[in-house]
């Protein structure tokens, strides 16, 4: 086998709750060095996890232990950060959204082309057991011909209007619901059905301030969205269009959790899962033929995880860590990687876009 991949965590939240877990359950990864500004929540962090760290960046690139970079950290400072990265030579794994706008995306593709870096986005759904035993089911034609598709993603996250006000607050930062769900969804779409040629969008603001961390009775104005209501049309591999409903919301206190349906003109396919808890764990898959109820379909075992966490998001992300390794390690293009990552965002800034001009926003081919 090869060396493993020599990888460093840059931030600490998601960072070093599930990319550190699953990079060392990954056979092909190794964690090597930590990142964060804040010279004491990394000292902290080192200590806990037993590596070396920096709060200077600069100083992380220069490392030469360090092969590869994993950057989560909010979006805002994510693009500054994976350009240095590029330039420095390190392979990425970015997690979403990629940075504030898709000619960022795009900067970084172009960049990551000329260096032959592999750049993995970390679209994690792509690696769930039950969402690859779907997209088989859909690619081998059971639906027929498809009719419809519907998503709901209704959460509660962000429902408690004492959750303090910070950059997921803030549209500037890459804060919104379109943000947060918005990407994994378009590229869920995407993967399963087929591009997205057109869109509208409805995009709202329910809970328009929070407090400010350390300032009793100061608020700050919340202009990031929480509700995002959106009509895609998506080209089948066919080259049929299919019609699409997405239904974003962070704020639905007894949000139904997360629902995919797929209708066609031979049966229905429903993913689904109400567990706001762990947005991995309790998804389940029912298939419905005419005139039947639905079905559950027995999970394939030859998808199965090696091993699951408590926390569920630890095994795709493990998952797609070991995709990204063969890819740096083989030579070939890395999926989900950046050309996805681009289509997410150019979806969310079209959706923007749309909401702003009540106009249908048309994606070339």
Same mark, same amino acid.
């Given at each position: 086998m090869s060396q493993p991949l020599q990888v460093a965590v840059a931030g600490l939240g998601f960072g070093e709750k599930v990319h550190l877990s699953a990079l060392r359950a990954c056979p092909g990864t190794e964690p090597v060095a930590l990142w964060h500004p804040r010279a004491e929540r990394l000292?902290?962090?080192c200590r806990s996890a037993?590596?070396?760290g920096h709060s200077d960046f600069a100083a992380l690139l220069a490392d030469p232990a360090v092969e590869a970079v994993v950057i989560a950290t909010p979006p805002g400072p994510r693009f500054e950060l994976a350009l240095a990265a590029l330039k420095a030579g390190k392979h990425l794994?970015?997690?979403k959204p990629v940075a504030l706008e898709v000619a960022q995306v795009r900067e970084l593709r172009r960049l990551a082309i000329e260096r032959g870096l592999s750049v993995a986005v970390d679209?994690?759904?792509r690696a769930v057991p039950v969402f690859q035993q779907l997209r088989a089911l +859909?690619?081998?034609?059971? +639906?027929?011909?498809?009719w419809l598709v519907r998503f709901d993603w209704l959460m509660s996250s962000r429902a408690d209007p004492g959750r303090p006000f910070s950059w997921a607050s803030q549209r500037s930062q890459g804060g919104g619901v379109l943000g947060s769900l918005g990407t994994h969804a378009f590229d869920s779409l995407e993967w399963l059905v087929g591009p997205v040629r057109q869109l509208s969008a &409805?995009?709202?603001t329910a809970i328009t301030q929070r407090p400010l961390p350390g300032r009793p009775g100061d608020f700050g104005?919340? =202009?990031? =969205? =929480?509700?995002?209501l959106l009509q895609l049309k998506l080209e089948s591999a066919s080259g049929a269009s299919v019609p699409a409903q997405l239904s974003l919301s962070s704020v639905t206190r007894a949000g139904r959790g997360c629902w995919l349906e797929f209708h066609g003109s031979e049966a229905s396919l429903i993913l689904g899962s109400d567990n706001q808890a762990d947005y991995v764990h309790g998804f389940h898959l029912w298939l419905a033929r005419p005139g039947e109820p639905p079905q559950p379909v027995p999970p394939d075992p030859a998808l199965a995880f090696g091993r699951t966490w408590a926390d569920g998001r630890i095994a795709p992300v493990a998952r797609l860590q070991g995709w990204w390794s063969d890819s740096v390690r083989e030579g070939r293009p890395m999926l989900p990687g950046l050309a996805e990552g681009e289509r997410s965002q150019l979806c969310c800034d079209l959706?923007?876009?749309?909401?702003? &001009?009540?106009l249908r926003q048309s994606l070339g081919r």
């Open positions: 000292e902290a962090a037993e590596l070396p794994l970015l997690e679209f994690e759904y +859909l690619s081998q034609g059971v +639906l027929g011909k498809p &409805s995009l709202s104005v919340v =202009d990031a =969205d =929480d509700v995002a959706a923007l876009e749309a909401a702003a &001009s009540g």
